[in-house]
């Protein structure tokens, strides 16, 4: 059986959860469909129940918007993931016990995004974690271990640091590869009205520095060292494009290495269903184009947030609220609300995108994060494809990314490419002297998160 | 136990019960099997098919590197599964394939 849903809602992050509020305040009947045991995505991430006493003040404004969105009667299926869209707008879905499918007359797509990985020389080993995975152990009050290293670039390894410091872990370095303060000067206006954030990043910066954490900009990681699990790392300083700087590297102990580099857009479900996707590396790689309502070339598929564009929370709350608003309008539910709100949330969107260009031109990885894999590190975690079998494979780099994926199963395995999909293109435009966009993209596939067999075969199709 | 910060009072109604590979252990209520693993200080739990030691990598459950088997369902992710008292936790071997 078919369930219809008149607007259907993917992802409980400040964007789902926008857009869902928008929409049922509009009148709309809305559905909200969420990964997770708990609505909040990763930046209202909930802590567990025993511990909402001491919740900060982020998870209290999460708190506030999914209050707000139940007392607006939105349907939520938490611990639910969609694994298929079409462009007809029917969702496969599936939650711990069963798979079924809904048919939505519009789709809000908020999937959000998740930290770029790149590999290097032992991250595989146990005690290599991205620093948001840090993060989730902290919220349930867990220490990753006893002295850290956070390598990468970003205003998270601050945050996190400090967390680490206040919770008694040992913080052996946070190594920042870009040279912060000399990109910044041409951005310096973007910073009018950012006073709380920086303030927020200023906070941790000097929680370490009060605790003789060294603070190394232009450094960064080439090598995770331990057998069975971290023991050291291998540092150097980096030049501009994060290529390390011969004579300068160093031993660093440490038993967990918290790796961060930047966030990648989950583009996944819109382009399965076919929307036209571009390449913005400044925005996080792939994201589906969108008309001014956020609506995707597939009429009624809408894609709001990270997931569509690096762009921070208060980039998804705008966004969501006028896709939210335009979906319901589309289905004749306050008919005037979103032509009135679009110049004004657009204003303040443009308001935002200074901030997301200074932050982008501060925090994005250079070039040589891609080439610190030597020739037995695995590229590919699941399939245990190797950067030596990668580069044997690609050689004059005539091949096309699709090939790759034929020809060496990278990006097949359960994780749908999330974890080498970068590296495997950046690799390829390196060794055939092509740029991404002359490459082309890898395709899509369904399910775009694995279903068990037996969860499938639960599906109830009518004959 | 790798834990910090304060537990609420009465914090005996949070301890849950559970065992990894057939070894006793105690979780608090709200743990994921990850956290759960992490707090009683085990960070590897699953081989890869080349033999290596894997556990947790991104934590928000896309990478599926922290699989594992959970009263004999193989290949869940670790980092979003809440711990139920009495779980049974199991090393994910490679190659491993759910018939169910």
């Known amino acids: 059986m078919v369930e219809q849903v008149e607007i ?10 926008s857009a869902a509020q928008a ?21 209202y991430r909930q802590p ?12 209290r404004q999460g708190q506030e918007l999914i209050r707000k969105i139940q007392q607006a009667g939105v349907h939520i299926l938490s611990g639910t993931t969609v694994s298929s869209l079409d462009p007809d707008r029917l969702l496969l879905c599936s939650d711990a016990h069963s798979a079924f499918l809904l048919q939505a007359r519009a789709v809000i797509i908020a999937s959000g995004a998740y930290e770029s990985p790149a590999p290097f020389p032992g991250w595989t080993l146990p005690g290599v974690l991205m620093t948001g995975g840090i993060q989730t152990l902290l919220y349930q009050h867990v220490l990753p271990g006893s002295r ?23 913080v052996a370095a946070v190594l920042e590869g870009n040279r912060l303060v000399k990109s910044a000067v041409p951005h310096a206006l973007a910073l009018w009205d950012q006073s709380e954030r920086i303030i927020e990043g200023a906070q941790s910066l000097q929680a370490l520095l009060v605790r003789g954490v060294p603070y190394r900009t232009g450094w960064g990681l080439l090598e995770a060292q331990g057998v069975d699990s971290v023991t050291g790392a291998l540092i150097a300083r980096l030049d501009r494009d994060w290529r390390p700087l011969k004579g300068t590297e160093q031993e660093i102990a440490c038993d967990t290495i918290g790796i961060s580099f930047g966030l990648t857009p989950f583009n996944s479900l819109s382009k399965l269903a076919g929307a036209q996707q571009a390449w913005r590396p400044d925005l996080g790689g792939e994201i589906p184009i969108r008309n001014e309502y956020f609506e995707t070339s597939v009429p009624g598929i809408y894609a709001v947030g990270d997931g569509a564009g690096i762009g921070g929370f208060r980039m998804s709350l705008l966004e969501g609220q006028l896709a939210g608003l335009r979906a319901a309008a589309q289905l004749g539910y306050g008919k005037d609300a979103a032509s009135t709100a679009i110049q004004h949330v657009h204003r303040r969107i443009n308001r935002e995108s200074r901030f997301r260009r200074l932050h982008s031109t501060l925090f994005t990885p250079g070039p040589g994060v891609f080439e610190l894999a030597q020739d037995d590190t695995l590229v590919c975690r699941c399939e245990g494809v190797t950067y030596g079998r990668l580069r044997e494979f690609i050689r004059d780099g005539s091949c096309s990314p699709q090939e790759i994926k034929n020809g060496l199963r990278t990006c097949m395995g359960e994780c749908q490419g999330r974890m080498c999909s970068q590296m495997v293109l950046h690799t390829l435009s390196r060794l055939s002297g092509k740029t991404v966009d002359e490459l082309g993209l890898f395709s899509a596939r369904l399910p775009v ?15 | 136990m790798r834990r910090f910060g304060q537990e609420p009072a009465g914090e005996q109604e949070f301890t849950i019960h559970f065992t990894f590979d057939g070894q006793p252990l105690t979780a608090r209520l709200g743990d994921t099997i990850a956290s759960a693993l992490y707090a009683a200080g085990i960070r590897s739990w699953r081989r890869s ?45 490679s190659a491993q394939v759910n018939d169910g």
């Open chain 1, 8 to 17: 259907l809602v993917i992802g409980g992050g400040p964007g789902g959860l």
């Open chain 1, 23 to 43: 929409a049922a305040q509009a009148g709309a009947q809305v559905t909200l469909v969420d990964a997770y045991t708990q609505l909040g995505g990763q930046y």
């Open chain 1, 48 to 59: 567990p129940d025993r511990l909402l006493g001491q919740s900060t003040s982020h998870q």
């Open chain 1, 148 to 170: 850290v290293l956070l390598a990468g670039t970003g205003p998270l390894q601050l945050v996190v640091a400090k967390k680490l410091l206040e919770a008694g872990v040992q």
């Open chain 1, 449 to 463: 998160f694995p279903l068990s067999i037996g969860t499938f075969a639960s599906l109830e199709v009518e004959e």
């Open chain 2, 49 to 93: 098919p080349q033999g290596d030691e894997r556990g947790l990598l991104c934590g928000i459950g896309v990478c599926f590197d922290c699989l594992l088997s959970v009263d004999g369902i193989a290949n869940l992710r670790a980092c979003q599964i809440l711990l139920t008292d009495g779980m049974r936790v199991e090393t994910n071997l």
